[in-house]
Each structure stands twice: as structure tokens, then as C-alpha cells.
């Protein structure tokens, strides 16, 4: 994150936590309003408020404005200078979270799974093709959001509700992130990259299916392990951990 980008979540956070441009909805002043409170472009301005909003901060609400989300939103810190986390922080620790729960979560999901839960994955997984084989213009949106369908379905699969609630919490700062990445990707000249994530994705799902809890397991975190590759790549990703570190050791020695 550049200095100046830096600098104005900062001010933002600082004017916001003073609460005096905060109304009784929790109603931010207009983007002109605050760039001249902050004495920024415009342009600046809305990174910042891109930042806070994929931070799960604040919300921009189409023809209403900029609102700040409630002290109970998602288990997110109740004042927003408490343990914040940048961006980029976040996009590791999240994927960290991730490397954690999903093979186990994709392992209990093939054991109890119901016909219900069968018939929405193969319905996501449907989804998922129409899209890859359509290229239409809003294929990386549509992409994500089946892509967080299918997953949550996963989760949803564990009878685990308290799982599922934490995997919800992360797919939300995991969203822009997943969007962006679908772009590149069909901005690329490697189109063999979304025909292997949608690949990935059809073996995860048929070992579910089948109930093969291993494969499920295995399956899951191919899958993983891939999307930490590309998130690497595009420098969205800043390793931080040992579970992350030793991974990049692993694939070096190999």
C-alpha cells in the first residue's frame, strides 16, 4: 500500500472514530464533502473507502451513501482503530484461516452430506460451466459468486454451524479479492487457468458426492494450494505465517 493511500484511511478512520461526521444512521458525509475535509482527490478518496468497505467497515449503499457498519457486524473489531488489519495483511491471514479449515471442512462435508446439499453442488458446479463456456462480460462477477455459493455450500454440509458462520466471516474479506482474481485471469494468456479451477472444482465436488472423504480432503486443498499460487503472482498475497512460509518452502525444494 502506498504512503498517501495509507495516509487517507488513516485521516478517514481518525475523522470517522471522532464521530462528528457521523449521523444517527451511521451515515457518512458525501465523497466531496470528505475529500475537502481530508484535503484529497477524489480518486484518493475512493481507494480509501474501497479499503475500509473490503475491510467489512463500511459499506456504500448505491443512490444512499456511505454508511458505517454496526459494532456487531460479523464479529469485526467494535472500534474501528482496534487491531486493524491492512488489505493485504488481512487477504494472508484470511488465506491462512483458510489453509486451516477447508480440507477438514470439505472431509466432514463428504460424511454428511444430505441429497439436498448433493443436488445445490451440482447445481453451483453447473453454474460454473455455463459461465466458463459463456465468456460473457460479467463472467468474473458471476464466476464469484458461484464460486462463494459452492464453497458455502461445502461448509453448510458440515452441520457445523459455528464452522460455517467462520467461514462466512472470511468469504466476505475474501470477496474483492476472489473478483479481482477471476479478471486477471481472463485478462491473461494463460486461459488454461479457469478451466483448471473449474476442474478443481469438479473434483471437489465429486468427492463429496461420492462421499470419498480422502479425496474430498485432498481435493480441497489442491485447490488451495493453487489459489495461493495465482494470489501470489498478482502480489496480492503477503506471506506472514509458518503455515504460509513453510508451503512456499516445500514447493521450492521440489
Given at each position: 500500500?502506498?504512503?498517501?493511500?495509507?495516509?487517507?484511511?488513516?485521516?478517514?478512520?481518525?475523522?470517522?472514530?471522532?464521530?462528528?461526521?457521523?449521523?444517527?444512521?451511521?451515515?457518512?458525509?458525501?465523497?466531496?464533502?470528505?475529500?475537502?475535509?481530508?484535503?484529497?482527490?477524489?480518486?484518493?478518496?475512493?481507494?480509501?473507502?474501497?479499503?475500509?468497505?473490503a475491510m467489512g467497515l463500511l459499506e456504500v449503499r448505491e443512490r444512499q451513501g456511505i454508511f458505517l457498519?454496526?459494532?456487531?457486524?460479523?464479529?469485526?473489531?467494535?472500534?474501528?482503530?482496534?487491531?486493524?488489519?491492512?488489505?493485504?495483511?488481512?487477504?494472508?491471514?484470511?488465506?491462512?484461516?483458510?489453509?486451516?479449515?477447508?480440507?477438514?471442512?470439505?472431509?466432514?462435508?463428504?460424511?454428511?452430506?444430505?441429497?439436498?446439499?448433493?443436488?445445490?453442488?451440482?447445481?453451483?458446479?453447473?453454474?460454473?460451466?455455463?459461465?466458463?463456456?459463456?465468456?460473457?462480460?460479467?463472467?468474473?462477477?458471476?464466476?464469484?459468486y458461484w464460486n462463494t455459493v459452492l464453497h458455502n455450500t461445502i461448509f453448510q454440509a458440515t452441520h457445523?454451524?459455528?464452522?460455517?458462520?467462520?467461514?462466512?466471516?472470511?468469504?466476505?474479506?475474501?470477496?474483492?479479492?476472489?473478483?479481482?482474481?477471476?479478471?486477471?485471469?481472463?485478462?491473461?494468456?494463460?486461459?488454461?487457468?479457469?478451466?483448471?479451477?473449474?476442474?478443481?472444482?469438479?473434483?471437489?465436488?465429486?468427492?463429496?458426492?461420492?462421499?470419498?472423504?480422502?479425496?474430498?480432503?485432498?481435493?480441497?486443498?489442491?485447490?488451495?494450494?493453487?489459489?495461493?499460487?495465482?494470489?501470489?503472482?498478482?502480489?496480492?498475497?503477503?506471506?506472514?505465517?509458518?503455515?504460509?512460509?513453510?508451503?512456499?518452502?516445500?514447493?521450492?525444494?521440489s
Amino acid at each position: 500500500m502506498n504512503d498517501s493511500r495509507k495516509k487517507t484511511i488513516d485521516d478517514l478512520m481518525e475523522l470517522i472514530e471522532s464521530g462528528s461526521v457521523i449521523d444517527e444512521r451511521g451515515k457518512l458525509p458525501t465523497e466531496r464533502v470528505l475529500s475537502d475535509l481530508l484535503k484529497v482527490s477524489r480518486t484518493l478518496l475512493r481507494e480509501a473507502i474501497v479499503s475500509l468497505e473490503a475491510m467489512g467497515l463500511l459499506e456504500v449503499r448505491e443512490r444512499q451513501g456511505i454508511f458505517l457498519l454496526g459494532r456487531g457486524n460479523r464479529d469485526l473489531p467494535p472500534r474501528i482503530g482496534l487491531a486493524f488489519l491492512w488489505p493485504m495483511e488481512t487477504l494472508g491471514q484470511v488465506m491462512e484461516i483458510r489453509q486451516i479449515i477447508e480440507g477438514k471442512a470439505a472431509y466432514l462435508a463428504s460424511l454428511r452430506r444430505t441429497d439436498d446439499e448433493v443436488e445445490k453442488l451440482k447445481a453451483c458446479l453447473g453454474e460454473l460451466k455455463m459461465i466458463f463456456s459463456g465468456h460473457g462480460s460479467d463472467e468474473a462477477q458471476q464466476g464469484a459468486y458461484w464460486n462463494t455459493v459452492l464453497h458455502n455450500t461445502i461448509f453448510q454440509a458440515t452441520h457445523n454451524t459455528i464452522l460455517s458462520r467462520i467461514h462466512e466471516n472470511i468469504t466476505e474479506l475474501m470477496e474483492k479479492s476472489i473478483v479481482s482474481m477471476r479478471m486477471q485471469i481472463l485478462d491473461s494468456e494463460q486461459p488454461e487457468r479457469a478451466a483448471a479451477i473449474l476442474q478443481q472444482h469438479e473434483d471437489l465436488v465429486n468427492a463429496i458426492v461420492m462421499q470419498d472423504s480422502h479425496k474430498a480432503l485432498k481435493a480441497a486443498e489442491s485447490h488451495l494450494g493453487y489459489t495461493f499460487d495465482i494470489l501470489e503472482e498478482q502480489s496480492k498475497l503477503n506471506p506472514f505465517s509458518e503455515l504460509l512460509t513453510r508451503r512456499l518452502e516445500i514447493n521450492s525444494e521440489s
